[in-house]
């Protein structure tokens, strides 16, 4: 059913549209628009060629269209995102050459982790969801164990309530096993999440800390499960999320302090 009603602003409908796109559905006709977005194909048809006109969407073949580079130019610019990620560069860069391994930043938002950088490892994982932009479900990722664990209680009880996304057997649902993770990622700074989205995967992750002592972010890896070695990997990612709060913090600009020597695990 349409959730088009007259009383909904132009800039409210275009949002939709912009919205239709995700992951999975990067390139889009009208009236694929037009159906995910709940609008009158009509409707569609003009905001679309609004969009186009300022650059948020691009024509793609076969009378498709797909995010513009100028929306991207735009997001980039984001205050949180661009001030965090330029913070956290170079450490991930470290973690990234020391690891071998799928690198990532990721920030809570509501019941979702959003991926702010992700560095690919060679090796390509089955079912690997990530990856810079995406927003996921943040119970089944070791990212977002960590940051629901320093979230508040309203939250907390808000991801509980559901419904809790299920990927396979492996993907935690039920609410005492979930308080269990994060309170185990509270207590000890860190969480190893086994095969939670694939089972070919284990993903690790540390908190991130900001300007105030709170938690901002988490820096994660994500290794093949049949080579994981979790916990030569926490020391690793501690070092680095301690040297990205301390540039959070910092009030001067200075040249971060890197990681070496850091060996990659063996």
Known sequence: MARWTTGESVLARGARVLEAFDAEHRVLTVAEIARKAGLPVPTVHRLVAQLLDVGFLEREQRHRVRIGLHLWELASLGARALDLREAAMPY?????????????LSVLEGKDVLVVEWLKARK????????AGRRVPAHVVAGGAVLLAHAGKELQDEVLAGPLARFNDKT???PE????LWA???????VVCDGFVSP?????AVPVTGREGEVVAAIGVVVPADDAQPMALVPVLLAAAHGIGRALRSTVAEPPTRMWPFRPPV
């Open 184 to 190: 185990y990622a509270k207590k000890h700074g860190y």
């Open 172 to 174: 935690p649902t039920e």
């Open 177 to 180: 096993e979930l308080r269990r």
């Open 124 to 131: 390509v994982l089955k079912q690997l969801i990530l990856h």
């Open 92 to 104: 991930l860069e470290d973690v990234h050459v020391a690891t071998r391994q799928h690198t990532q």
């Open 200 to 204: 070919n995967a284990v993903s690790v």
